[in-house]
């Protein structure tokens, strides 16, 4: 039932960051920026005191029910880097995969695409159906006009932030798992205020891309954050069933979203020329959330 609460909550900061839109329909992109490094500083501090160093912990007690290979006892900080490893290569896969539902948003590439990810098979430009292409007089490839690419990138953008929401739930759930509640606690907030700036996120590249209305572009940020709800329920269920796991989950969850936030959420904020503003509030994200930390672990 914590999981369950505290999966509710961060899909709720979630809502809330997502309709913010309604309100502030046009931020600017300093802000956005200044707000995603925030976030990226809140999850960077999370990372450490709420999962890798309460997972080598864990690991480390007397009493823990080590895995043993090879006559070899996974403890102390071993089980944590295995799950570590494993979360990072499961989202370098997600992200591999994301670039590629191009395919289906579009109704092109394959086997016909050449290397831009287009076909040379004029047929669907004149057919009428799927995406409207142009041809690049630079290069004399064939191409997603304007719109069409801009609502691509939208679409894979949503879906980015969706599969980065995953580890996040799984987290919050594991770290419920841990019976830890001020640890717990403090990830729960920290994810949660985190999610307010990306659900903003959401909204606003929705709204921009023309997908209807505010409110329209307010449930594409809400959407993208409810599978952090199922995650958090999963990770208290699996850590309660198979209790050595916890090591290796709370390794797993830190180990995905470090990777979201060094491969997604610093490029995206470096990317406009707001690094100075994206640092700081950084810098302000690792603050917050070693308070918290100690706040409410203590």
């Known amino acids: 039932m914590q999981g369950l609460a505290g999966g509710i909550i961060i899909a709720l900061m979630n809502t809330l960051g997502a309709a913010l839109i309604v309100v502030w329909p046009d931020p600017s992109d300093r802000a956005l920026d200044g707000a995603l490094g925030f976030a990226a500083g809140v999850m960077l501090s999370a990372s450490f005191t709420s999962l890798i160093l309460p997972g080598i912990e864990a690991a480390s007690e007397p009493g823990y029910p ?100 995953m580890p996040e739930g799984l987290a919050v759930g594991v770290s419920f798992g841990s019976g830890n509640l001020g640890d717990a606690l403090a990830l729960m907030l920290a994810i949660g205020v985190q999610n307010i700036p990306e659900g903003l996120a959401v909204s606003v590249a929705a709204a921009n891309a023309g997908f209807g209305s505010l409110f329209y572009a307010m449930l594409a940020g809400v959407r993208a954050g409810l599978v952090e709800i199922p995650l958090a329920v999963f990770g208290v269920v699996a850590v309660g069933v198979a209790t050595p796991i916890l090591p290796y989950a709370m390794g797993f969850a830190a180990g995905g979203m470090l990777f979201v936030i060094s491969d997604e959420i610093v490029p995206e904020t470096h990317a406009r020329g707001h690094e100075r503003i994206a640092t700081l509030g950084t810098m302000l994200g690792v603050a917050v959330m070693l308070y918290l930390d100690i706040v409410l672990a203590g």
């Open 66 to 165: 080590a895995l043993s290979v090879g006559g070899f006892e996974l403890v102390g900080v071993v089980p944590v880097l295995v799950g570590f490893a494993v979360g990072v290569l499961l989202l370098d896969r997600a992200d591999q995969w994301v670039p590629h539902i191009h395919v289906v948003i579009t109704g092109r590439g394959g086997a016909g695409a050449d290397e831009s990810g287009s076909e040379t098979d004029g047929a669907d430009a004149q057919s009428g159906g799927g995406a409207r292409i142009e041809t690049d007089t630079a290069t004399g490839r064939e191409r997603l006009d304007s719109d069409d690419a801009r609502t691509a990138s939208v679409l894979l953008f949503i879906v980015a932030i969706t599969l980065h929401n």
